[in-house]
Every structure is written in structure tokens, then in C-alpha cells.
């Protein structure tokens, strides 16, 4: 990897005041996707900010919800007993994601920038539209199985890897971030963005912008919510398809409804369509059958990704079934 | 591959490849730096810290290491190039394999995607520090018993993440395979499924995993232990 210059932070007023007189500086934390990337040189900070000593490692109660700090570890977030308890869908989705030794250092912000594992994108030999703006995208045309089925562009068809991000987008997270310029908030599904003609851009961070933390809302409809993952080996690898579901019952009806898929898209997709649809109608197979066809309505599979079009109905109903019924391992 | 007779010279062939390839790349990047830069690595003890380098303390098996590093070396590159802690292996380089597992501050890490100069003040534990003295830690001992390796190569990470992996069961950590939040596994029942699902992050080529989950099972005390296994249990203070 190309060296760099190291500085520890010792306030996120000092790392955003130090991110704003580099544009090529970079913040590190976990480093699991980082320091990973930068080995093979997809990334060449000129200086790395270390945000590890930074005060933002706690899990909070906000009113009825939770704010994670972005420092969190991922185990700490997967083992917290209120998360465990309010948003189930939470600790299984990052349970099944990466292995304990990657959980352990791997943190709540650092999880939203995991940039997508499209084998494409990480080797240098192929055109990559991500990595080099204009030269093409060779999974178009190539080995594109895990690829995307919703909202990708002719220049990328990556999907964003992330389980943990799924529930986060089913669940209306917020998004804290922080710049030398102050402070706003982010509604999760705004946070990623669609390939569209700058696939470069993974998210609507602006230059300079640190995470600080991501805010769980109040969520009674996810105490039964339940998380997916289907993938080529049973354990340790990214998804082709996942879906986070939260299914409430009233009355033997659906009151409320949350579902997302990772694997599908450039970000993770929430199917608000499809949420709407089954409010009111029984938690049955046939309802969730139809939710799931709703869902993929607008899939467009490229050469060698169609089976994921199945794979993602019969994985939404089964996840819904699973949640309808009380939750669990599904 | 025959052992070094003792650490020193090992760590001193060590220290003559690393400036020896330092020196070759300095020559192709900047010929006018080469006799300054291999002059002032041969004078200087480790702790002053040369172009691009910063001095880093460790703590690693309970010793103190200044060290004068780049801030882009691996913990990894650290253990085996700089201290001659070669038994973290590096097998994929990208936290893929397991083979470089270590503890930091009590939790299992990747020590090849870990950078080096972010570790200062934490308490790093390699699979060198696990044993007292000749004592083998109950982890390692079981994994002889059991027969947890065959080349060998996976078997630091793998034992490094087997002692955390009892930790985590005590603290009540949950794993993928975990049914109930609200009842979680304990070490005596801690089935064949939740040791696999907690040890995927590690990977074994000559796939002993057979081996490896009878040594964890062994630990948590869900079979008796052989008497030799038993006795360095004892030794070692440590009952499952």
C-alpha cells in the first residue's frame, strides 16, 4: 500500500477540522474495508485520520428509540440486549455478516461506507466505472451473477454489500454526520445512492463529512422482525439476496409492514410498494406471494444474475412468513 | 525448515531482508537517498523514527516494544517482520483466512488488516503469549489431543480464536446460528453447529475442522478430557 501520514484525533472537532484542509485525507476506523482496498490501491489517502480514541462509542436511549454511536463495534451493537429485544432484525443481520473477528472492530459508521465487492471493481485489470470514471464497466458484459436486478445504471451494476445497512433502511434510520462546515441529519434511505453517471459516489456524504451516529426511531412493529441471507457458502460470505421483514398483526390483519433486500441494488432497497400493499390484507402465503411479485415488478436481470428474481421472491415470502409468525431464525 | 538456533539471529536475518529490500526500492525511487537511508538504518536503535516513520509502543504477551514503523504496517508485519513473532501466520493478507488472528484488548482481531500504529495502549496477545511458561494453555493442549491441525499453518488463528470464542460463549455473545436471544448457549451446551458458525471466520486447507470442533468441545468441558489434557488444565488454573 502507498504510505501515508497518521493522525490520532482527539475530538470530532479536530478530525473534521483536519479532514477539511485535505481533500485526500481519509478517515480510519475498523479499517476492515479501508485497509483492505488500500493494499490492492483502490484507495491512496495522502493521510489517514484515526477517529478510534473519538467519544462515540456508546449506545444511548433517545426518547423510545436508540442513537449508536459510530464507533460502536458491530458485536457491541449485535449483543446489546435492547436492540436484541426492540429491533431483532438488527443483531440477526449483523450476526450473519462478516465473521466475529472482522464484528469486533468493524463499527457502526464504517459499516454504512463498505464499498461494494464486485470483483470487477477490485481488479485493476478490467474497466471499472467506480474505480476510474468513463472507462466502462466490465460486469455488464461479464460474470455478473451477483450483480445488480433494481435501480443500476449503464455505467454499474455493483450492489452495495452491507447486511447491516438493510435493516437500518427498513427500520427509517437516521443518519448523524458532522464537517468542519456543522452538523445535519441523514434519512437512511437517502444516505446511499443509485449508480445514475457517477457510480464513484457510493453515498451523499459531502467531502469532509464524519458519521457520529446512526439513530434507531422507535419501532414497536419490529419486535417479530426477522433477517435473511442467502449466499453461495452457509457461513462468511456476502449475500445474493437478503431481506430484513417486520410483519405487526391486528386482528389476524397486517397493521404495519417493513421490508428491504440487500444484494439488489447499488443501495439498500426499501419496497415501500410493497409495505403498502399488505397493510390490511391477511398474513397469509397468497398475500406475501403477491407482495413479493409486487416487489420485483421492475427487476431487470442482466446475463447471468436471473436466478437472484426467484431467489428474492421466495426469499420475501418465506422472511415475512417467519416475521407474520413471530420471529426468529428464519 | 529447521528452528533458528536462538530468537536473535533469527530476528537479526529478519532485520538484514527487510533493510536489504528496503535499500532495493530505495534505489529504484531515489538513488541519491540510498547510502543516507542505509547508513541511518544500521545506527539508529529502533525507537528514533526515519523518513516516513513514527515511534509506536505496543504491548504485546504483557512486554512493552517501541518501535519506529511506517504508519502503513500491518500489526501482522509488525509481529513477524519487526519482532520476530512468527507464529500469526499470513495466509490471505485480506481477512479473508484467519491465519494472523490475534487478541487485542480480549477480542479476536485480523491482524493483517489491523494497522500497526493504531494499537498503541491496547493489550495485544499473540498465539506466543497463550502458554505459561511450559504450560500449555488448555486451548493449545486440546488441540493436540484432538488432533485440531494437520499441516499446521491455520492453527495459531485457529487457537487464538477458539480462547476467544469460550470468552465470548462466557460474556453471552450470540452467533448467526443462535435460535433464541432470550436463552442463550452456554459453554456445556454449545452445539456442533453454533462452534462452526463461531470459528467460520477462520479457515483450514487441510480441513481438520473435525479436529478443531472436538478440541473446542473439549474446552467447554462437553467431553472429558484426556488425563494429559486434564492435567495441563490444572496447571493452568483454568477449569471450563
Keep these: 500500500m502507498k504510505n501515508f501520514s497518521y493522525v490520532r484525533a482527539t475530538s470530532v472537532k479536530e478530525a473534521v477540522q483536519q479532514a477539511s484542509t485535505d481533500n485526500n485525507a481519509m478517515f480510519i476506523a475498523g479499517g476492515t474495508n479501508l485497509v483492505d482496498r488500500m493494499k490492492v490501491f483502490l484507495d491512496e489517502p495522502s493521510q489517514l485520520i484515526d477517529i478510534t480514541r473519538l467519544e462515540m462509542t456508546r449506545i444511548e436511549p433517545t426518547g423510545e428509540g436508540l442513537r449508536l454511536g459510530a464507533l460502536v463495534s458491530n458485536t457491541a451493537v449485535a449483543d446489546h440486549p435492547e436492540v436484541r429485544r426492540s429491533y431483532p432484525m438488527l443483531t440477526r443481520a449483523i450476526l450473519l455478516g462478516a465473521s466475529q473477528q472482522i464484528r469486533n472492530v468493524a463499527t457502526v459508521g464504517g459499516n454504512l461506507l463498505q464499498r461494494t465487492r464486485c470483483p470487477y471493481y477490485y481488479d485493476t485489470a478490467f474497466a471499472c466505472n467506480k474505480r476510474e470514471l468513463d472507462t466502462g464497466c466490465a460486469a455488464l458484459t461479464g460474470i455478473n451473477r451477483i450483480h445488480a436486478l433494481l435501480g443500476a445504471s449503464d455505467q454499474c451494476v455493483a450492489v452495495h454489500p452491507s447486511d447491516m445497512c438493510v435493516p437500518l433502511a427498513a427500520l427509517d434510520a437516521i443518519v448523524e454526520v458532522e464537517s468542519s462546515k456543522g452538523k445535519r441529519q441523514i434519512p437512511f434511505t437517502d444516505f446511499h445512492r443509485l449508480p445514475g453517471d457517477a457510480p464513484q459516489r457510493d453515498t451523499t456524504l459531502e467531502p469532509g463529512e464524519l458519521i457520529t451516529a446512526v439513530i434507531l426511531p422507535p419501532a414497536p412493529f419490529a419486535k417479530s422482525s426477522v433477517y435473511l441471507k442467502l449466499r453461495d457458502r452457509d457461513s462468511y460470505a456476502f449475500a445474493l439476496v437478503s431481506v430484513a421483514a417486520a410483519v405487526e398483526l391486528a386482528d389476524n390483519r397486517i397493521k404495519t409492514a417493513r421490508l428491504a433486500m440487500g444484494g439488489m441494488a447499488h443501495k439498500p432497497w426499501r419496497f415501500t410498494e410493497a409495505e403498502s400493499f399488505l397493510v390490511g390484507k391477511a398474513a397469509n402465503t397468497e398475500t406475501f406471494q403477491q407482495a413479493a411479485e409486487l416487489a420485483l415488478q421492475g427487476a431487470k436481470p442482466l446475463e447471468y444474475n436471473g436466478f437472484k428474481v426467484e431467489l428474492a421472491k421466495r426469499a420475501i415470502r418465506r422472511a415475512l412468513t417467519v416475521s407474520a409468525k413471530g420471529g426468529g431464525i428464519v | ?240
Design chain 2, 1 to 240: 525448515m529447521h528452528p533458528p538456533e536462538n530468537g536473535k539471529n533469527h530476528r537479526a536475518r529478519r532485520n538484514f531482508l527487510g533493510q536489504a529490500l528496503t535499500a532495493a526500492g530505495a534505489a529504484i525511487a531515489a538513488p541519491s537517498l540510498l547510502s543516507q537511508a542505509t547508513s541511518a538504518q544500521s545506527e539508529k536503535p529502533a525507537s528514533i523514527p526515519g523518513q516516513g516513520e513514527i515511534s509506536v509502543t505496543l504491548s504485546i504477551n504483557d512486554k512493552q516494544e517501541t518501535l519506529a514503523i511506517e504508519p502503513r504496517v500491518t500489526l501482522l508485519d509488525t509481529l513477524r517482520e519487526r519482532l520476530g513473532l512468527t507464529g500469526s501466520k499470513k495466509g490471505c493478507d485480506h481477512g479473508q483466512c484467519g491465519a494472523c488472528t490475534v487478541l487485542v484488548d480480549g477480542q479476536r482481531v485480523y491482524s493483517c488488516l489491523a494497522l500497526a500504529v493504531m494499537q498503541e495502549g491496547k493489550q495485544i496477545v499473540t498465539v506466543e503469549g497463550l502458554a505459561k511458561g511450559d504450560v500449555l494453555h488448555p486451548v493449545q493442549a486440546a488441540f493436540i489431543e484432538n488432533d485440531g491441525f494437520q499441516c499446521g499453518y491455520c492453527t495459531p488463528g485457529q487457537i487464538c480464536a477458539s480462547v476467544a470464542l469460550v470468552d465470548e460463549v462466557k460474556r453471552g455473545c450470540a452467533s448467526a446460528v443462535t435460535e433464541d436471544f432470550d436463552n442463550l448457549p452456554q459453554l456445556t451446551n454449545l452445539s456442533e453447529a453454533e462452534i462452526k458458525e463461531r470459528l467460520s471466520g477462520n479457515l483450514c486447507r487441510c480441513s481438520a475442522y473435525n479436529g478443531i470442533v472436538a478440541a473446542v468441545q473439549q474446552v467447554t468441558g462437553q467431553a472429558p478430557p484426556s488425563p494429559a489434557a486434564a492435567m495441563f488444565m490444572q496447571e493452568a488454573g483454568v477449569s471450563a
